[in-house]
Each structure stands twice: as C-alpha cells, then as structure tokens.
C-alpha cells in the first residue's frame, strides 16, 4: 500500500437528535433497510456543523440546532471517521423523505434492538456519556474499542 492509500479517510457526521422522554430521532435507510442515526459524508465545500443540519433536513425534514460533540467513532474497515453532535429541533416536523423510508423517535432499549452496535454507540454515548466526547472504533458492524 501507498502512502496516498494508507492516509485515505472519509469524514462523516451525525446527530443525536433528543427528544421528549430522551427518545431519539433514527431513520430507516431506504438503500439499505438500515435504521441509523441522521446523518452522512461531509461534502468537500462544507463544514461538520454546516454537514449535520443539512444530512439531517435530507433524512428527516426537520430543521436542527447542532450542540456539543458527543463522539468520534472510526470505522477501521472502510476508513470513515464519523463525528457525533447532540441536536435539539428548531423546525419542521418528522417525516420520511427521499433518503429515509420511515424515521421514528426511539428509546435507548429500542435502538439496540433495531441498530447494528456500532450506530446504536453513538446515539447512547449522546445521551449517557460524560461531558468530554467519546472515541470509539468499529469494523462498521461492532465496536473494537
């Protein structure tokens, strides 16, 4: 492997979005049928709090305010570092969209049973985590770290 190769990292955000009785915003993707937290890949002209609003209105129809980082989570096979901000909703109201075939606010106890480990994490560090962010890594289904 090159250097070039070996540096290669994508960058992706996503958002805790909280709600009343801290359930929390997920979507359903309709790509792949997976429920996720909002969220995706910075575009190359955008910024990571400029990336969660705009993910989030894509996959949602809500409009958010980002607050603290609550997370750094890599997955150590495809190379994608993903970063975790705890949202609150200034706008709009839930509904499925082009990306999203159903979004729903769920609780702690559903998530894990609907996400894959490594996305439930996020949105339970969001929640339960001290105030300092958490950095976890993960082969894109369980944590390693």
Not at 27 to 47: C, K, S, Y
Not at 120 to 125: S, V
Request: charged fraction near 25%; hydrophobic fraction near 40%; aromatic fraction near 4%.
């Amino acid at each position: 492997m090159t250097t070039d190769e070996r540096s290669l990292h994508s960058v992706s955000v996503g958002a805790a979005v909280v709600g009343e009785g801290n359930r929390l915003l997920a979507i359903r993707r309709r790509d792949n049928g997976a429920w996720q937290l909002p969220g995706g890949i910075l575009e190359r002209d955008e910024g990571p709090l400029q990336a969660v609003r705009r993910e989030v209105l894509e996959e949602t129809a809500v409009l958010v305010e980002p607050g603290p980082l609550t997370g750094v989570y890599k997955n150590m096979a495809l190379g994608v570092v993903s970063l975790v901000f705890r949202c609150h909703i200034i706008g709009g109201e839930p509904r499925p969209t082009e990306e999203a075939t159903q979004v729903a606010w769920l609780t702690l106890e559903e998530i894990a049973h609907r996400m894959v480990e490594a996305f439930a994490i996020r949105l339970q560090d969001a929640v339960t985590a001290e105030p300092t962010p958490q950095v976890r890594l993960h082969d894109g289904t369980n944590l390693i770290v």
